[in-house]
């Protein structure tokens, strides 16, 4: 098996665009089994649609280095070739001084090479000079091979490539023009999520486009050779084999609206003897299950849809009045407040607008506000459905949700914003809504507290 990271200098480098490319053209002719480097949903959603298997989230602020190897494990069963997306710039992590949560800690962690992004508009042997100082930065991050993004003609890419491949003594293997009509569509929270614009046309176009004028200036062949061999792997990591038979359905709230989940998510709660059924909170009704999890997503753009389905609304409510456990996560949460609130401009819109939600948590959600990205650490506090832990996790938010006094909050922050001042995980009966958004395999213990949970029966 074939491994490779593709990184970038920095942000906006095009490293996103070009690792979807070539993952879509390798996956052409092989089993390609993507990754990315942090707490991303959107990206992974791309990388997915154009391989055909799930991508898997690496992060080592959130995950320990045996959790990032059992995770990079699992996802490579069976691939010819791990392509690894990076996150931000190669050494940029939690801290200033640490490469925690850096693409390059994951590149260590995994023992791969590194094929690194330039965005080289305006540079040309100063890209060699950028190269150089990433290599001496941390000479056991083998970068393999250099890709230049932004050039502007024959002679930029001459006299770059010539200056890279003499002092830094590794091949460009592409150099990519400028093509600002290559871009990828944007939104508020970054990309548009893949599942959103796959039955559009002509976001299909583009994502074809993107590929094949990448494709034409990348050499592959080349890429390949300087991707590191591996013995492929052959056997399950324990997280992941099935400890019991099936013993629970949980339902998944899974649409448009609702679709910010880590690949692993589904694999955790299969391991832990739970049968997943998907549903559509803007089509379907409420399946009967032992315990329903609601993920992130872009539910303020469905508003209207969302508030008009009553009979589901008072079925969620129910369920919660019942004691059924329920899990819900950013979107989740924004859609269990009593209303979501629109200011006047956000989106194009006139005056100020009022969405009627579930409410079983008293209080409101307002966008915009004040634009969070932030790694979350806490602790889960008893009468907590996920159970007492200590967690890491992430936020990533452009919402605001404002709680009655006397909320119940089960997670105590020690670093990150959550709902309220540090607070998180409201606690309305055996519901939990929070901002903090939990990988499965780094919060093991705390989806395995709430399978337990949805075992015991309600009022129990």
């Known amino acids: 098996m074939k491994a490779l990271m593709i990184a970038g200098d920095r942000s906006g480098s095009g490293k996103t665009s070009i690792t979807l490319a070539i993952a879509s053209l390798f996956a052409r002719k092989m089993k390609v089994q993507t990754f990315k480097v942090g707490m991303d949903y959107i990206d992974p959603s791309y990388l997915t ?23 990079y494990t699992h996802g490579c069963m069976g691939a010819d070739l791990a392509l690894i997306e990076g996150v931000r710039g190669l050494y940029e992590g939690a801290e200033a001084l640490e490469e925690t949560g850096s693409s390059a800690s994951v590149a260590r962690c995994l023992d791969i090479h590194v094929v690194l992004v330039v965005n080289a508009r305006s540079i ?83 994502i074809r486009a993107v590929t094949e004028n990448i494709g034409e200036h990348v050499n592959l062949d080349q890429l390949l050779s300087v991707a590191c061999a591996t013995p492929p792997p052959q056997h399950k990591p324990d997280i992941f084999k099935p400890a019991k038979d099936p013993d629970l359905s949980i339902g998944i709230a899974y649409d448009e609206a609702f679709n910010f989940y ?62 059924v456990p329920i899990y819900a996560e950013c979107g989740g949460l924004m859609y ?61 938010h452009y919402s605001d949700v404002s709680l009655c006094p006397g909320t119940r909050f089960c997670y105590s922050l020690s670093r990150g914003a959550g709902i309220s001042g540090g607070s998180d995980g409201a606690l309305m009966n055996r519901t939990l809504g929070c901002y903090t958004h939990l990988h499965p395999v780094a919060s093991l213990p705390m989806f395995s507290h709430f399978l337990d949970a949805c075992r015991k029966p309600a009022r129990a």
């Open 49 to 71: 649609g154009v391989t055909g298997r799930p991508c898997r989230n690496l992060d080592t602020y959130v995950m320990d280095r045996d959790q990032v190897r059992a995770v």
């Open 124 to 206: 040309t042997r100063s890209a060699a000079a950028l190269v150089r100082g990433f290599q001496a930065f941390d000479p056991e991050i083998r970068i393999a091979g250099v890709i230049l993004n932004n050039v502007a003609g024959d002679k930029h890419i001459r006299k770059a490539t010539t200056a890279i491949e003499h002092y830094c003594g590794i091949p460009v293997i592409g150099a990519i023009p400028r093509m600002p009509e290559m871009e990828l569509g944007m939104r508020h929270l970054g990309l548009m999520p893949y599942r959103e614009g796959q039955e559009n046309r002509k976001f299909q176009e583009k």
């Open 262 to 323: 880590y690949a692993d998510l589904f694999d955790v709660l299969h391991a832990g003897g739970a049968q997943t059924v998907l549903f559509s909170p803007l089509h379907d009704s409420l399946p009967d299950a032992d315990g329903y999890i609601l993920g992130g997503g872009y539910p303020e753009l469905f508003l209207p849809e969302l508030a008009a389905r009553d009979g589901l609304k008072n079925d969620i409510r129910n369920a919660s009045e019942l004691g």
């Open 336 to 396: 269990l407040t009593e209303a979501v609130i629109l200011k006047d401009g956000w989106q194009g819109i006139q005056g100020e607008r009022m969405y009627p939600m579930c409410g079983i948590f008293k209080g409101t959600t307002t966008m915009p506000a004040r634009r969070v990205v932030a790694y979350v650490e806490g602790k889960s506090l008893p009468g907590s459905p996920m159970g007492e832990s200590h967690f890491r996790g992430h936020e990533f």
